[in-house]
């Protein structure tokens, strides 16, 4: 089981549309959690971090739970501009710390 | 001002030669990364310093080096240059925090290609 997996995508949505992508992780021991936004041959550029009581910026809305351990994002009224590749990250602190990243899930939004 | 600068953005090299790619930091942070992303686009993390500890991916060739002649600086010695190491290499850095770390700030990548 990967450390960190997030859905497949690629999602195809309409302007306007809500999408949701969610992500799990395998080590209990995660501690903080990101999502990261990367564009076509750009740098990932961080999106929001994620907290336990849940967070929003925006049309941007995130939630953890960490009894399930899984990590999701809703993006609401989707503009063409937020089409990129949403990637998931967890830092764990294991004797060493540890950033890890998920193979990210690929958005689409089409006028 | 440029957060995280990496030199030289596009890098074509042959089999076999050893190069460098250099990254710098102005953020004052005391950790830097790299990472290598291939062409499937999965982002892995390939070593993290700070002033305590070099922590190595353990997946990571030995052909492959940090070199940090500062705080700010964390350079990447690729030695012996083989094709699969034709990728997309990121240079980040962040600030730790207890047994946490804040966001990552990326540098705008380094494209190498082996021929």
């Known amino acids: 089981r990967k450390e960190v997996e997030q859905d497949p995508g690629p999602f195809n949505v309409p302007e306007g549309a809500t999408v949701a992508f969610n992500c799990t992780y395998s080590?209990?021991?995660?501690?903080?959690f990101f999502w990261y936004r990367q564009d076509c041959r750009k740098e990932p550029k961080l999106l929001m971090s994620v907290y336990s009581s849940g967070n929003e910026d925006g049309r941007f809305t995130a939630q953890l739970n960490r009894a399930s351990q899984y990590i999701s994002l809703l993006i609401r009224d989707s503009k063409l501009s937020d089409s990129a590749t949403y990637l998931c990250?967890?830092?764990?602190?294991?004797?060493?710390?540890?950033?890890?990243f998920g193979a990210g899930t690929r958005l689409f939004v089409k006028a | 001002d440029t957060a995280v600068s990496q030199t030289p953005k596009y890098l074509v090299t042959q089999m076999g030669n050893d190069k460098s790619i250099k990254c710098e930091q102005n953020?004052?942070?005391?950790?830097m990364y790299w990472y290598k992303q291939d062409s499937k686009k999965f982002l892995k993390i390939m070593f993290s310093?700070?002033?305590?500890?070099?922590?190595i991916n353990e997946t990571v060739p030995n052909r492959f080096s940090p070199k940090s002649p500062d705080k700010a600086h964390l350079n990447l010695h690729i030695n012996s240059l083989e094709l699969g190491d034709s990728a997309v290499y990121f240079c980040?850095?962040?600030?730790?925090?207890?047994?946490?770390?804040?966001?990552?700030?990326f540098g705008p990548g380094t494209r190498l290609t082996v021929t």
């Open positions: 980040a850095s962040s600030q730790e925090h207890a047994e946490s770390h804040y966001e990552q700030y």
């Open positions: 080590n209990s021991a995660s501690q903080s």
């Open positions: 310093y700070n002033n305590k500890e070099l922590i």
């Open positions: 953020l004052g942070h005391d950790t």
């Open positions: 990250v967890v830092n764990l602190y294991t004797g060493g710390f540890k950033t890890i």
